[in-house]
């Protein structure tokens, strides 16, 4: 069968005409001896028929040169086969950061694989025009949010609005959220830190937000459990990824009199900014002062010593979040408006120091 649709293709690329003849549906179906109704079904891959009719059809198509007209697409459909992608990164590290490039490179490939495209988009993109207003003028099939300032009034207008949106790590009570286990990922971190015989564990997490929030509940809870005491200055802010204030919170932690032993970061990159905070003060690590991070990026497991952290699923963030938008804006009626728990993963490394008991204890 698959001779007979060459031969049926060779005949067919005679009607060539400097590059502008276009193949149809119709086309395929002839060269395959099918009907026009089976090579929609094949290329749009419905259930109904049998993978090896798809296999034969799709390659005669690719063959063929075969691409969908995407005004038709959208006629039909009623659908761009576009997504916004609202990125807005407050402190500046944007794409180059492993965790974000990651996830949305997963994101974008996911969407791709289901026939979209993406847009990146922010909530100051046209100053005629807010941003739900700039959605709808590009006719946006879904928005996804997965760093933004949550309470901008133009990002809740947005997420209040029909408009499908799939959000990460920030739950809206009207729209799909993927969300990074923060609360058990902070349990292993401090549980590991306690099976090393630290009892002094220091937290300088990130700012105000959701994500904060879960990780710092569960830090006290943790601690509380496992019958460890932890001071106020034990505890301080700093925003994600900025090293210079990451360095200053780390001096001040350590210039105390009952300095802790362990000290958990929000991210990291932070976390190395901890650690050469720790050598200008003539300290190492993990002789001296145990570090800890957030992430698990792909840096951390490549130095000396390689970073204990917690490694934030991206390819499951990105994928699941892309799933699940793709599903909102081609089932809305049907499609269930909940939270997806995606779980992280401990990765021990030579930067926290076991040690004794009566160490931990002074």
Not at 41 to 55: P, Q, V, Y
Not at 253 to 264: A, Y
């Amino acid at each position: 069968m698959m001779k007979k649709c060459l031969i049926v293709i060779s005949k067919s690329f005679k009607h060539l005409k400097g590059g502008n003849w276009m193949v149809s549906m119709k086309d395929i179906a002839q060269a395959c001896g099918v009907s026009v109704a089976t090579v929609s079904k094949a290329l749009n891959d419905h259930s109904d028929i049998g993978e090896e009719t798809k296999t034969r059809i799709r390659e005669t198509a690719k063959q063929m040169g075969y691409l969908p007209n995407a005004m038709a697409r959208a006629l039909k459909t009623n659908r761009t086969y576009n997504i916004g992608v609202m990125f807005e990164d407050a402190e500046g590290s944007g794409l180059t950061y492993d965790y974000f490039s990651f996830m949305l490179s997963h994101f974008k490939r996911q969407v791709e694989y289901k026939g979209y495209d993406i847009t990146f988009l922010n909530s100051r993109s046209n100053g005629r025009m807010s941003c739900l207003e700039h959605c709808r003028y590009r006719n946006f099939d879904g928005i996804f949010i997965p760093c933004t300032d949550f309470y901008d009034p133009q990002v809740l207008e947005l997420v209040r609005s029909n408009i499908p949106v799939v959000t990460i790590d920030h739950v809206f009570d009207n729209c799909i959220c993927v969300i990074s286990d923060n609360v058990d990922g902070m349990r292993q971190l401090v549980e590991y830190a306690y099976e090393c015989g630290h009892r002094r564990i220091a937290y300088i997490h990130g700012l105000d937000c959701s994500v904060t929030r879960a990780r710092v509940s569960s830090f006290y809870y943790t601690c509380q459990k496992l019958g460890i005491t932890v001071p106020g200055e034990y505890v301080v802010e700093t925003p994600y990824r900025d090293v210079q204030k990451a360095m200053e919170r780390t001096k001040e932690m350590l210039s105390r009199k009952n300095p802790p032993t362990c000290i958990i970061y929000p991210d990291d990159l932070t976390c190395y900014a901890g650690i050469s905070a720790i050598r200008e003060m003539g300290m190492k690590v993990p002789e001296d002062v145990s570090v800890m991070g957030y992430d698990g990026t792909m840096i951390g497991q490549m130095t000396e010593p390689k970073l204990t952290t917690l490694f934030q699923d991206t390819v499951a963030l990105g994928e699941k979040a892309a799933e699940a938008l793709v599903e909102l804006i081609e089932h809305p009626k049907t499609t269930l408006i909940q939270n997806y728990v995606i779980p992280g993963q401990l990765l021990p490394g030579g930067s926290v120091k076991k040690i004794t008991k009566t160490i931990a204890k002074k």
